[in-house]
């Protein structure tokens, strides 16, 4: 049995795809605890999962609140920094404070999520194994390849490669309070030095849960990078939707994710879009509104607003999905086959959204400046693409191959316990090979075009084929779709 610690991001997003992870690595018959401020605990879901709490002067209960809350709506360069300064905080923290609980603790191996530095520098600075998981964006870089917190699509063409380069330069200059708890803690462990996210990753295995098909083409990935797809798979095992969902209108799923929830304006135009195209509207705002703004929401078009919509099952009823562009409902959408409106708004939602855009599998619109009329365009763009089926039909496809949670836990336990596991490059060769094309450059699209097209109303969840009959050209009930 082998004890594994875990250090993330204090983000429920992030924490949901590692559990999914350390879920699968109990049921192997191995020990997983959680190591973060106390905030974070709830987080945890799984009982068979432990967490030891650490930084309680400088991250008291209660503190990380409004901590998530700057995160998201910094609303001013000033906002901004306070942000980076957060984060450079909560790196200090860890560092200051995870080694001794890793020795209470017993642990054996490490899982730290890439964007969280501290993971690194704590298990080299220990002596620990450790495998880097990223739960975002990879943050791995390449020259002339955008950052994932940046909106540009890539393309091989100079100018491209120099609009890469300088934003990656205002970025790290943006970056310097952590750049300088990075360089400090290495320099305390006795590391070489190093300034950033990128210089702290796994020797022995690296995981993303994007797939190829889906990034922008790499062509410096190491040896030990693997894409395996989601860990955190889209559940549509549950009941079927409650609202009465009328098959001869498109219907339309509406959310901005736990942390952006609140955002009530952003709402009023995505239900006045749909009002335009009429388009049935389910709004699931994750507890951010009130009753009041649940009712101004109705009022503006929207059909149904609720707290909680089960996602798994929504976007595959779904004939549009509206989204930040958070990788999770992002890697959802793909899954279930349910064309995307990315609206993003922070963290690598901008670089989820431009290579979602990049391989067609939806539209992006800007949420600050999008006006009703655009989005009511794109949202008749989307539901009128007859390409879009087959598009999305291959991305799911290729998601089934990727491997997923079986996948990480048979890399993470070959890295930990000193095997090889096949590195990217097999890993890509073997999805073309199965997919009866030549092994693309990383991120290309070709397989994307290969084989014979599904309808999209025979949608099927990861994992799963589901019999999905009906009319032709009208939607399934929602009560044969789960």
Request: with cysteine; hydrophobic share 45%.
């Amino acid at each position: 049995m082998i004890h594994f610690g875990v250090i993330a991001p204090a983000f429920s997003s992030h924490f949901q795809v590692l559990q999914a992870l350390a879920s699968a690595l109990v049921d192997k018959g191995h020990r997983v605890t959680f190591v973060h401020q106390a905030d974070t605990r709830p987080f945890v879901t799984d009982s068979r999962i432990g967490f030891e709490a650490v930084g309680a002067d400088t991250h008291p209960l209660g503190s990380l609140a409004q901590t998530i809350r700057a995160a998201a709506n910094p609303g001013s360069p000033w906002g901004l920094r306070r942000v980076i300064v957060d984060l450079a905080r909560c790196t200090d923290m860890l560092c200051r404070e995870v080694p001794a609980a890793l020795s209470r603790l017993g642990i054996d191996a490490l899982l730290c999520d890439q964007m969280e530095a501290a993971g690194g520098l704590i298990a080299e600075g220990v002596g620990l194994p450790y495998v880097s998981i990223a739960c975002a964006l990879p943050v791995n870089r390449e020259p002339g390849l955008p950052l994932p917190v940046m909106p540009f699509v890539w393309e091989d063409t100079e100018k491209s490669a120099q609009m890469a380069a300088q934003s990656e330069r205002v970025y790290d200059w943006m970056m310097t309070p952590h750049r300088r708890v990075i360089e400090s803690r290495a320099s305390a462990f006795g590391l070489s030095r190093r300034g950033a996210l990128h210089e702290c990753l796994s020797p022995l295995a690296q995981i993303s849960q994007i797939i190829p098909e889906f990034d922008f083409p790499r062509r410096a990935l190491p040896a030990h990078f693997h894409y395996v797809g989601p860990l955190r798979p889209v559940d549509t095992s549950g009941p079927p939707l409650a609202w009465p969902i009328a098959n001869d209108r498109p219907f339309v799923f509406a959310s901005l994710g736990t942390v952006q929830g609140y955002r009530v304006d952003l709402f009023k135009r995505i239900a006045q879009a749909c009002r335009r195209v009429d388009a049935q509207l389910l709004v699931g705002h994750c507890g951010g509104l009130n009753a009041q703004q649940a009712r101004e929401l109705e009022a503006a078009g929207a059909t149904w607003v609720t707290d909680y919509a089960p996602q798994g099952a929504a976007l595959m009823r779904a004939d549009a999905v509206v989204s930040h562009g958070g990788l999770n409902t992002v890697l959802d959408a793909m899954a279930t086959r349910t064309p995307m409106l990315a609206m993003p708004i922070a963290f690598d939602q901008p670089g989820a959204a431009a290579r979602m855009v990049r391989i067609g599998a939806g539209r992006r619109a800007s949420p600050r400046f999008a006006t009703v009329g655009r989005l009511a365009t794109l949202l008749r763009e989307l539901l009128d693409d007859t390409q879009m089926a087959g598009r999305l039909e291959a991305l799911s496809a290729a998601v089934l191959r990727a491997g997923g949670t079986r996948r990480a836990v048979e890399i993470v336990l070959d890295a930990v316990e000193g095997r090889t596991p096949p590195g990217h490059a097999a890993t890509v060769a073997t999805a073309a090979t199965d997919a009866h094309a030549a092994p693309p450059l990383h991120g290309e699209t070709a397989p994307l075009a290969s084989g014979p097209q599904m309808p999209l109303e025979e949608k099927a969840s990861v994992g799963a084929t589901l019999d999905r009959t009906g009319p032709a050209g009208a939607r399934t009930p929602a009560a044969e779709q789960v």
